[in-house]
């Protein structure tokens, strides 16, 4: 018998209620000041992460936990928590220690020049950080047993002998738009066949090829997305990757969103993602990197722009097309033979996720069983 709709959307919804719930409910959270971590990532001698100090309300309420009261309590205090400026934060990684301060928002940025060099031996590693500056609010320390916040990040460090890395666009990349929109979102994610309406098909099963090598040596590459979406909705993103099984990189390269008088607008997202290659290409050189966006915004010109500044560092780009509009297709095609009889880099407009994994299955990117399991989810 099939499932009624109206059960199926109530089924949704409880699930899209428990996933934005989710970041307001470990115990930790349940009042006072937080600490909010994003992966970390960099070289077995430099690192670089960042997090968030937040307060968001305790509201003394006894609800089961799993229940939609319990739920709707939760995203209640998420939405009504705010940065704490202004704190001290120790980071300590592999016994370099490092103290930083929040900003107006409550965000802080790590750069820790490590004493000694990480294990090689694994590729997560993790730092301990704590807040030292003194709650004036007894509140909040009563919340967090009496002591002040606490957290650990997770370090990405790729292996030393991966033979490249790749930097992936997100937004009608790798998942549909709507991403910006945190309603939208979490109705693909949840709602009516959610993993085929929101992840482009047979993008899983690539990233994965392109994160474990081409079968002879499982490396593990790293992958580094890059969205133009707040750093908001950071979790509801890595649910998306987690539910698609699509390989989540050490880090998502998300944008301040945060506006002041001085900044009325978000930064710009292409000088976003130009900063970010720009940044990546110095931390891991000489390491060559994949570049991979769409055609629906500025990615063919930014990524041509990175070629020309750094011939011998992009092996290719792969440019998902999401525009209608021939013209449009025409321009991608002229850079495209343009950066390949200057450079000798191809870019490779393709239509879907198999054009792209059969033109990396040829240049020894990923396995042929990766090429296959693309194939199939096409």
Not at 270 to 299: C, N, R, W
Not at 336 to 358: F, K, P, W, Y
């Given at each position: 018998?099939?499932?009624r709709p109206a059960n199926a959307a109530?089924?949704?919804?409880?699930?899209?209620?428990?996933?934005?719930?989710?970041?307001?409910?470990?115990?930790?959270?349940?009042?006072?000041?937080?600490?909010?971590?994003?992966?970390?990532?960099?070289?077995?001698?430099?690192?670089?992460?960042?997090?968030?100090?937040?307060?968001?309300?305790?509201?003394?309420?006894?609800?089961?936990?799993?229940?939609?009261?319990?739920?709707?309590?939760?995203?209640?205090?998420?939405?009504?928590?705010?940065?704490?400026?202004?704190?001290?934060?120790?980071?300590?990684?592999?016994?370099?220690?490092?103290?930083?301060?929040?900003?107006?928002?409550?965000?802080?940025?790590?750069?820790?020049?490590?004493?000694?060099?990480?294990?090689?031996?694994?590729?997560?590693?993790?730092?301990?950080?704590?807040?030292?500056?003194?709650?004036?609010?007894?509140?909040?320390?009563?919340?967090?047993?009496?002591?002040?916040?606490?957290?650990?990040?997770?370090?990405?460090?790729?292996?030393?002998?991966?033979?490249?890395?790749?930097?992936?666009?997100?937004?009608?990349?790798?998942?549909?738009?709507?991403?910006?929109?945190?309603?939208?979102?979490?109705?693909?994610?949840?709602?009516?066949?959610?993993?085929?309406?929101?992840?482009?098909?047979?993008?899983?099963?690539?990233?994965?090829?392109?994160?474990?090598?081409?079968?002879?040596?499982?490396?593990?590459?790293?992958?580094?997305?890059?969205?133009?979406?707040?750093?908001?909705?950071?979790?509801?993103?890595?649910e998306f990757f987690r539910l698609n099984?699509?390989?989540?990189?050490?880090?998502?390269?998300?944008?301040?969103?945060?506006?002041?008088?001085?900044?009325?607008?978000?930064?710009?997202?292409?000088?976003?993602?130009?900063?970010?290659?720009?940044?990546?290409?110095?931390?891991?050189?000489?390491?060559?990197?994949?570049?991979?966006?769409?055609?629906?915004?500025?990615?063919?010109?930014?990524?041509?722009?990175?070629?020309?500044?750094?011939?011998?560092?992009?092996?290719?780009?792969?440019?998902?097309?999401?525009?209608?509009?021939?013209?449009?297709?025409?321009?991608?095609?002229?850079?495209?033979?343009?950066?390949?009889?200057?450079?000798?880099?191809?870019?490779?407009?393709?239509?879907?996720?198999?054009?792209?994994?059969?033109?990396?299955?040829?240049?020894?990117?990923?396995?042929?069983e990766a090429l296959e399991q693309v194939?199939?989810?096409?």
């Amino acid at each position: 018998m099939p499932k009624r709709p109206a059960n199926a959307a109530l089924r949704g919804l409880k699930k899209l209620l428990h996933l934005a719930a989710r970041p307001a409910k470990s115990k930790r959270a349940h009042g006072g000041r937080v600490i909010h971590t994003y992966r970390g990532y960099g070289t077995h001698r430099e690192v670089l992460m960042m997090g968030r100090v937040f307060r968001q309300p305790g509201f003394n309420l006894d609800l089961p936990e799993g229940s939609i009261r319990r739920d709707l309590a939760d995203i209640a205090r998420r939405t009504v928590r705010w940065g704490v400026k202004h704190v001290e934060v120790e980071v300590i990684l592999n016994g370099t220690r490092e103290v930083v301060t929040t900003d107006r928002d409550g965000y802080f940025d790590v750069h820790l020049h490590l004493e000694s060099p990480l294990p090689e031996d694994r590729i997560w590693h993790q730092a301990k950080l704590r807040v030292l500056s003194p709650s004036r609010d007894p509140h909040s320390r009563r919340a967090n047993g009496g002591a002040e916040a606490e957290a650990v990040a997770d370090i990405y460090i790729p292996p030393s002998d991966i033979d490249f890395a790749v930097i992936s666009d997100i937004d009608d990349t790798v998942m549909y738009t709507g991403v910006a929109n945190k309603l939208m979102m979490m109705y693909r994610l949840f709602l009516a066949d959610a993993k085929q309406r929101t992840a482009f098909p047979g993008v899983a099963p690539l990233y994965r090829g392109f994160h474990l090598g081409d079968g002879d040596r499982h490396c593990q590459r790293p992958l580094l997305y890059v969205s133009r979406a707040p750093w908001s909705i950071y979790e509801m993103l890595e649910e998306f990757f987690r539910l698609n099984n699509i390989p989540v990189g050490p880090i998502l390269f998300l944008r301040e969103w945060g506006l002041t008088l001085q900044r009325p607008l978000p930064r710009r997202a292409e000088d976003h993602k130009h900063d970010v290659i720009e940044t990546m290409l110095a931390l891991y050189d000489p390491l060559p990197f994949v570049l991979i966006g769409d055609s629906g915004q500025h990615d063919p010109e930014i990524y041509t722009a990175i070629v020309r500044e750094h011939p011998d560092r992009i092996r290719t780009v792969y440019i998902r097309d999401v525009s209608d509009d021939p013209d449009r297709r025409a321009a991608i095609e002229r850079l495209a033979a343009e950066i390949d009889r200057d450079t000798g880099c191809s870019l490779v407009l393709a239509s879907d996720s198999l054009t792209m994994a059969e033109h990396a299955h040829r240049e020894g990117y990923i396995s042929e069983e990766a090429l296959e399991q693309v194939r199939a989810a096409r």
